[in-house]
Nanobody
């Protein structure tokens, strides 16, 4: 079992930055692939970026990669977001897979067993 709690969302002007944190707890929290997804109301959840348990592999979603950076430590995971755009406005979710010591970062939400409650990111023009 893994418990996830996101924080760090808020309202920011276009061009600004935010750093999201996902606090992870549980016996296998440091041994599983973790990822960030985002969702706009009425649309499917979109894969943003994920990292395997030891940080050796990172996979980015199909959008401008250079603005977002993922990192993780034993306490959880972070998402540094720079040069934010209004189209980045969404609820951002932290997710963790069920299988330990995997070298894969899935980009589908159904591949992740554990989810946080989400944190709202709003970017004004």
């Amino acid at each position: 079992q893994v418990e996830l709690v996101e924080s760090g969302g808020g309202l920011v002007q276009a061009g600004g930055s935010l750093r999201l944190r996902c606090a992870a707890s549980g016996r296998t929290a440091s041994s599983v692939t973790m990822a960030w997804f985002r969702q706009v109301t009425g649309k499917d959840r979109e894969f943003v970026v994920g990292m395997i348990w030891n940080g050796a592999y990172t996979r980015y979603g199909d959008f401008e990669k250079g603005r977002f950076t993922i990192s993780r430590d034993n306490g959880g995971m972070y998402l540094q977001m720079n040069s934010l755009k209004p189209e980045d406005t969404a609820v951002y979710y932290c997710a963790a897979a069920a299988h330990t010591y995997s070298a894969v970062v899935p980009d589908t939400s159904s591949s992740y067993a554990y989810w946080g409650q989400g944190t709202q990111v709003s970017v004004s023009a």
